[in-house]
């Protein structure tokens, strides 16, 4: 049996976290794993070594930005697609975060349809 594609969400929202964990969970089958700051999610992606990232980018201690250029810093965590997912507009921050290595740019609220056309457009299969 395959196993079950791996999603790193990364926010310091627990309802955040929790609501697209759940979503990515029940009803489109991922596994996600859960990180709640910048730092931490650095870790998770070296640790965990998912398929894909979600990453907010108004975290605490390191921004979503910067644990972004980490993980693509790491050549162990280089390979793995980011999609960040924030409340910022795209206008002010999208460009710093696709030149952090982010493969696409979600502004909050996202319809769930097109976040997980987004996750399939980028997730190895």
Not at 48 to 61: A, F, R, T, V
Request: aromatic share 4%; with cysteine; charged share 25%.
């Amino acid at each position: 049996m395959a196993r079950l594609k791996r999603i790193l969400v990364v926010d310091d929202s627990y309802d955040s976290r929790y609501i697209l964990a759940v979503i990515l969970d029940r009803s489109r089958g991922y596994e996600t794993i859960e990180a709640a700051t910048g730092s931490e999610a650095i870790e998770k992606a070296i640790s965990e070594k998912p398929d894909l990232i979600i990453m907010d980018l108004g975290l605490p201690g390191i921004s979503g930005v910067d644990a972004t250029r980490a993980i693509k810093d790491n050549s162990s965590t280089a390979h793995i697609p980011i999609i960040a997912h924030t409340v910022w507009p795209a206008d002010s921050c999208k460009a710093e975060a696709l030149n952090a290595g982010m493969v696409d740019y979600l502004e909050k609220p996202v319809p769930m349809q097109l976040m997980t056309n987004t996750i399939e457009k980028f997730i190895a299969h």
